[in-house]
């Protein structure tokens, strides 16, 4: 799953944005740099409601209807079939902007090792994500949830799940609102290359969502060794 993501260089992923799709995006000025974006926090999302790419606050965690609980990902392979989904993929699709999102491997002991995975190119690039607009009578802002899939050979060696990477070809028609069917979608969801993308083991610093800033990126946390008592020697 993907529940962590930075956005350390927001003028340039929107920049990005704004050259992939061709049209002016400005970056509003509530954005700010952030280095460990984590569910239950508001953060910036680029739709097309009709009127053109524009972009809006949103809380990260998706409530698909009032009273409802928060999921946290979408799986494009079960997206059509679900109730809580279907009217979102099919017309309210949105893209998140990031410069890199960030996984977990757990160790035997159960220990969690951070991991920020990037494009080899070095640019920001955006996830698919749904949204919702929630409703002020219901004191439910617009939300979203980033659309998952299987992990391609990189992101496999840590976790079970990666977000769908949107290339370039596919962003316009991914924000467009216009329906799309599941052949589409899925099509749009297949694995971006591993062969593409770069993983960096980083600081521990980021397994507390509460933190943030580039303490968060930092080198590696030193693993612990291995107990002798644990190697059957007998001593």
């Known amino acids: 799953m993907c529940n962590r993501y930075t956005l350390i260089d927001p003028d340039s992923a929107f920049a990005e944005i704004a050259r992939i799709l061709g ?5 509003p000025q509530w954005v700010t740099q952030r280095y460990n974006v984590g569910l ?5 999302a680029v739709v097309n409601r009709g009127r053109g790419p524009e972009v809006l606050p949103m809380n990260f965690g998706y409530f698909p ?11 494009s392979e079960t997206a059509y079939a679900k109730p809580s ?12 902007p990031t410069t890199g999102f960030i996984d977990w491997e757990t160790d035997e002991k159960g220990r969690k090792w951070p991991h920020v995975f990037t494009l080899d190119h070095g640019r920001p690039y955006a996830m698919a994500a749904i949204w919702n607009p929630g409703g002020a009578e219901k004191a439910i802002p617009p939300n979203f949830c980033i659309v998952t899939r299987e992990p391609n050979e990189l992101v496999g060696r840590i976790h079970s799940r990666m977000p769908v990477i949107l290339r370039e070809e596919h962003l316009a028609r991914w924000l467009d ?13 297949k694995p971006y290359p591993a062969a593409a993308m770069k993983a960096q083991e ?3 610093y980021a397994n507390n969502v509460k933190h943030e ?7 590696p946390t030193p693993r612990p060794k291995p107990d002798d008592t644990q190697l059957g020697l007998g001593f």
């Not at 239950?40 to 910036?44: F, Y």
């Not at 800033?213 to 080198?219: H, L």
């Open 177 to 189: 609102p216009s329906p799309m069917e599941e052949p589409e979608f899925l099509e749009i969801a």
């Open 65 to 75: 209807r009032a009273g409802a609980d928060m999921i946290n990902n979408a799986r």
């Open 85 to 96: 989904f279907k009217k979102a993929v099919v017309s309210h699709r949105c893209a998140i």
């Open 23 to 27: 049209v002016p995006l400005i970056k």
């Open 40 to 44: 239950m926090q508001i953060a910036p």
């Open 202 to 204: 980083v600081s521990t």
């Open 213 to 219: 800033g580039p303490e968060c990126m930092g080198p």
